[in-house]
């Protein structure tokens, strides 16, 4: 056979291996050169007559080397030690997974980053930290500068007690404390026990469901009642001073008995006649046998009560009550607060506090004796008289704003002494009203709202006095109202 017929039949079998592997396009037979290339493709040597078209594939699978090349994927299988595909669909199919794996891990990544960062951003951002307020409870230790029974044992002396209290609401303050009142009046010898916020109207005393007045009668049966009440407004305000029975008294004056109206009072006063005045009282005092020692009855005891202040402005909500005494003025007032919008703080500041300073001061004139006004004052003084002094909110607060603390210190300068601070100069949280719904009671987070005012001489010694403040404190550990209990202790002089 010629070299050209040879040549020939090997091309025709070379063409029939084409046409039978499609997929093979472009690739060499077995024995066929490339004219750029006669060195004969690798493995081409070993195959062996039915081989040679798994050879020729193999070796064009290895042609098709640009298609694993442009695989990252394969050589980072290869890095991590495993093995090699063996056909081109598993070296089809590792990559895809991969390839859907590894965003996976990627994103999974990146969303626990996210999260993270989430979290940070959801976290509030710090504030910066602002100007501290005071925050004192600690209740101070006070130094009692009066015993009572000590200045009984000593002759022409008589302490002349007085209690002060806002009860928020006296039905309901009977029905938790029935024995509250007669308790303070036995343990501290109360001569006047003066109480705010009653809330109740001129029925009620005589209500059968209430039965009030035998309440009184049978826990203060020693003492004579005095009740002002609101005209205006039903469970309102409402004022009560209860004296001690002496063997004579006065008769109640009000307004409303030049109207024909009448004010309900607890027993009677009776007019003390000339031949009582050198008497001694050796009656029992506040359920203990001390008796008024040498002093004369007629400094003890009332000589006209009024439950009114005379001003119609003010008088229809039963807000004070005026006992006058020989030796001084005894006033129990409600001050009226100025509401948690402050819409009464125009009126309490620039009418009710004007007014009333100047009915204290016309009574003082004209009677030519000290005064003394008591009661829930509604007004913090000062940083010692406020728990959290500072506080942003105070200036908008009922009780402590600017306005009501400038008018407190208005009265003040006129001549008149808050007792409590002028004897306890240095006592902290000392405090008389707690607020009940924020449960300040018990960490000591109170305001002192109560206060006894009095004329600056009955804080003075000198010759000739017959009355002198000795002392002032309140019971914090009473319980029965948002308020405690205050006290005042008076030497009365022969």
Same mark, same amino acid.
């Given at each position: 056979?010629?070299?050209?017929?040879?040549?020939?039949?090997?091309?025709?079998?070379?063409?029939?291996?084409? $046409?039978?592997?499609?997929?093979?396009?472009?690739? +060499?037979?077995?024995?066929?050169?490339?004219?750029?290339?006669?060195? %004969?493709?690798?493995?081409?040597?070993?195959?062996?007559?039915?081989?040679?078209?798994?050879?020729?594939?193999?070796?064009?699978?290895?042609?098709?080397?640009?298609?694993?090349?442009?695989?990252?994927?394969?050589?980072?299988?290869?890095?991590?030690?495993?093995?090699?595909?063996?056909?081109?669909?598993?070296?089809?199919?590792? %990559?895809?997974?991969?390839?859907?794996?590894?965003?996976?891990?990627?994103?999974?990544?990146?969303?626990?980053?996210?999260?993270?960062?989430?979290?940070?951003?959801?976290? %509030?951002?710090?504030?910066?930290?602002?100007?501290?307020?005071?925050? /004192?409870?600690?209740?101070?230790?006070?130094?009692?500068? /009066?015993?009572?029974?000590?200045?009984?044992?000593?002759?022409?002396?008589?302490?002349?007690?007085?209690?002060?209290?806002?009860?928020?609401?006296?039905?309901? #303050?009977?029905?938790?404390?029935?024995?509250?009142?007669?308790?303070?009046?036995?343990?501290?010898?109360?001569?006047?026990?003066?109480?705010?916020?009653?809330?109740?109207?001129?029925?009620?005393?005589?209500?059968?469901?209430?039965?009030?007045?035998?309440?009184?009668?049978?826990?203060?049966?020693?003492?004579?009642?005095?009740?002002?009440?609101?005209?205006?407004?039903?469970?309102?305000?409402?004022?009560?001073? #209860?004296?001690?029975?002496?063997?004579?008294?006065?008769?109640?004056?009000?307004?409303?008995?030049?109207?024909?109206?009448?004010?309900?009072? +607890? =027993?009677?006063?009776?007019?003390?006649?000339?031949?009582?005045?050198?008497?001694?009282?050796?009656?029992?005092?506040?359920?203990?046998?001390?008796?008024? =020692?040498?002093?004369?009855?007629?400094?003890?005891?009332?000589?006209?009560?009024?439950?009114? +202040?005379?001003?119609?402005?003010?008088?229809?909500?039963?807000?004070?009550?005026?006992?006058? #005494?020989?030796?001084?003025?005894?006033?129990? $007032?409600?001050?009226?607060?100025?509401?948690?919008?402050?819409?009464?703080?125009?009126?309490?500041?620039?009418?009710?506090?004007?007014?009333?300073?100047?009915?204290?001061?016309?009574?003082?004139?004209?009677?030519?004796?000290?005064?003394?006004?008591?009661?829930?004052?509604?007004?913090?003084?000062?940083?010692?008289?406020? /728990?959290?002094?500072?506080?942003?909110?105070?200036?908008?607060?009922?009780?402590?704003?600017?306005?009501?603390?400038?008018?407190?210190?208005?009265? +003040?300068?006129?001549?008149?002494?808050?007792? #409590?601070?002028?004897?306890? %100069?240095?006592?902290?949280?000392?405090?008389?009203? /707690?607020?009940?719904?924020?449960?300040?009671?018990?960490?000591?987070?109170?305001?002192?709202?109560?206060?006894?005012?009095?004329?600056?001489?009955?804080?003075?010694?000198?010759?000739?006095?017959?009355?002198?403040?000795?002392?002032?404190?309140? $019971?914090?550990?009473?319980?029965?109202?948002?308020?405690?209990?205050? $006290?005042?202790?008076?030497?009365?002089?022969?």
């Amino acid at each position: 056979m010629s070299r050209r017929s040879s040549r020939a039949s090997t091309v025709a079998a070379a063409a029939k291996i084409s $046409v039978a592997n499609d997929d093979d396009d472009g690739a +060499l037979s077995e024995n066929e050169l490339s004219p750029k290339d006669p060195v %004969p493709l690798k493995g081409a040597e070993k195959a062996k007559g039915d081989n040679a078209t798994a050879t020729i594939k193999k070796a064009t699978k290895k042609k098709a080397s640009p298609k694993k090349k442009a695989s990252p994927k394969k050589k980072a299988a290869t890095k991590k030690g495993k093995a090699k595909a063996s056909s081109d669909d598993e070296d089809n199919s590792e %990559p895809k997974a991969k390839k859907k794996a590894a965003p996976k891990k990627r994103k999974s990544k990146s969303a626990s980053e996210d999260e993270s960062s989430t979290t940070e951003k959801a976290k %509030p951002p710090k504030k910066k930290k602002a100007a501290d307020h005071q925050r /004192w409870t600690e209740r101070t230790p006070l130094t009692r500068h /009066w015993d009572p029974e000590q200045a009984m044992a000593s002759t022409g002396s008589y302490t002349f007690t007085v209690i002060s209290w806002n009860v928020a609401g006296l039905r309901a #303050f009977v029905k938790k404390q029935p024995d509250a009142l007669m308790d303070l009046a036995n343990k501290y010898n109360a001569d006047v026990i003066c109480l705010q916020e009653t809330k109740l109207q001129e029925g009620h005393l005589d209500d059968p469901k209430l039965k009030l007045r035998e309440h009184f009668e049978e826990k203060l049966e020693g003492y004579d009642g005095h009740w002002s009440y609101s005209l205006e407004k039903k469970g309102y305000s409402g004022t009560a001073m #209860f004296i001690k029975k002496r063997q004579g008294g006065a008769k109640t004056k009000t307004e409303d008995d030049k109207k024909g109206k009448k004010q309900a009072t +607890l =027993g009677a006063f009776f007019g003390s006649s000339k031949a009582d005045e050198g008497k001694t009282d050796t009656s029992a005092k506040g359920g203990d046998n001390n008796s008024t =020692g040498d002093i004369p009855i007629s400094h003890l005891e009332p000589i006209n009560v009024d439950t009114e +202040l005379g001003l119609p402005a003010h008088d229809g909500e039963g807000r004070t009550i005026t006992a006058e #005494f020989p030796l001084f003025y005894l006033t129990n $007032v409600y001050v009226p607060n100025s509401g948690q919008k402050l819409d009464r703080l125009g009126y309490r500041t620039e009418q009710w506090d004007a007014d009333f300073l100047a009915k204290m001061q016309q009574l003082e004139k004209e009677g030519n004796k000290p005064i003394i006004w008591l009661g829930d004052l509604n007004v913090a003084h000062n940083e010692k008289d406020t /728990w959290n002094e500072g506080a942003k909110h105070l200036v908008k607060s009922a009780g402590t704003t600017v306005e009501e603390r400038t008018s407190f210190e208005r009265q +003040l300068s006129a001549g008149y002494t808050d007792a #409590f601070r002028h004897l306890h %100069p240095e006592g902290r949280g000392q405090y008389s009203y /707690w607020s009940q719904r924020a449960g300040n009671r018990e960490p000591n987070k109170g305001l002192r709202l109560d206060y006894f005012i009095c004329s600056n001489e009955l804080m003075e010694d000198g010759d000739g006095k017959k009355a002198r403040v000795r002392d002032s404190y309140i $019971v914090p550990d009473q319980l029965g109202s948002d308020h405690c209990p205050i $006290v005042l202790e008076i030497e009365i002089k022969k």
